[in-house]
């Protein structure tokens, strides 16, 4: 079976510090790979997605980048958060060619 | 206006209440729908998928969609206090061979004891 693991759970930085959160996929090959970040009470918001190694769309200009170094890991960045980088980040996969998305478990992060 | 509309609630019941959490959307190109579950900090789960019109049921829940109004609906039956939680429905739309989802806002439900 496939399996999602997100890391960490929770993080607090302060603004202007470096960010790595990362994700990785056990039991696939080849999977569509997705960063969302959820604000309460928006919904969810599609950052980047990526079909494989080296190949990021990002769907919303922001300070943050992604990056995908290997098949079944995704790792979101950013050089310099901002407090409005504060909010809850999901990673998901997908099959090629399916719709249905399985997410981790998320990372809630606080900037301060 | 989004594609995806959703009533946010919160949506309080009784314990055993046939519950019917609903959706809109506005993009015709729409063939197929989701409802994700998400527990309080924790990521969605999906909870069922069907495509086209008609009725899907998995257990006590049942997912409904009338595309003619462009209205989609998740039933719960006999709900429980383990079912509160909020709902996402989602539809996917196409760009290039990645697939991506366009999600509701959520609609918080309470079951309460």
């Known amino acids: 079976s496939q399996t999602i693991h997100q890391w960490p759970a929770t993080l607090v930085q302060p603004v202007g510090s470096p960010l790595s959160l990362e994700c990785t996929v056990e039991?696939?090959?080849?999977?569509?790979l997705y960063w969302y970040r959820q604000a309460a009470g928006r919904g969810l918001q599609l950052l980047f997605y990526?079909?494989?190694?080296?190949?990021i769309s990002s769907e919303v200009p922001q300070n943050l980048s992604a990056s995908r170094p290997q098949d079944r890991q995704f790792i979101l960045s950013s050089k310099k958060l901002l407090l409005s980088d504060s909010g809850f980040y999901l990673c998901?996969?997908?099959?090629?060619?399916?719709?249905?998305?399985?997410f981790g478990q998320g990372t809630r992060l606080t900037v301060v | 206006q989004k594609e995806v509309e959703q009533d946010p609630g919160p949506l309080s019941v009784p314990e055993g209440a046939i519950v019917s959490l609903n959706c809109t959307y506005s993009?015709?190109?729409?063939?197929?729908f989701m409802w994700y579950r998400q527990y309080s900090r924790k990521g969605p789960e999906l909870l069922m998928y069907?495509?086209?019109?008609g009725n899907k049921e998995d257990g006590r829940f049942t997912a409904q969609v009338d595309k003619s109004s462009k209205y989609i609906s998740l039933f719960i039956r006999d709900s429980q206090p383990s079912d509160s939680a909020t709902y996402l429905c989602?539809?996917?739309?196409?760009?290039?061979?990645?697939?991506?989802?366009?999600f509701g806002s959520g609609t918080q439900l309470t079951v309460l004891p």
């Open positions: 998901a996969w997908s099959r090629g060619g399916r719709a249905e998305a399985f």
């Open positions: 039991g696939t090959s080849n999977p569509n």
């Open positions: 990526s079909v494989g190694i080296g190949q």
């Open positions: 993009n015709s190109a729409f063939q197929y």
């Open positions: 069907t495509y086209s019109s």
């Open positions: 989602a539809a996917p739309s196409s760009s290039g061979s990645a697939r991506q989802l366009t």
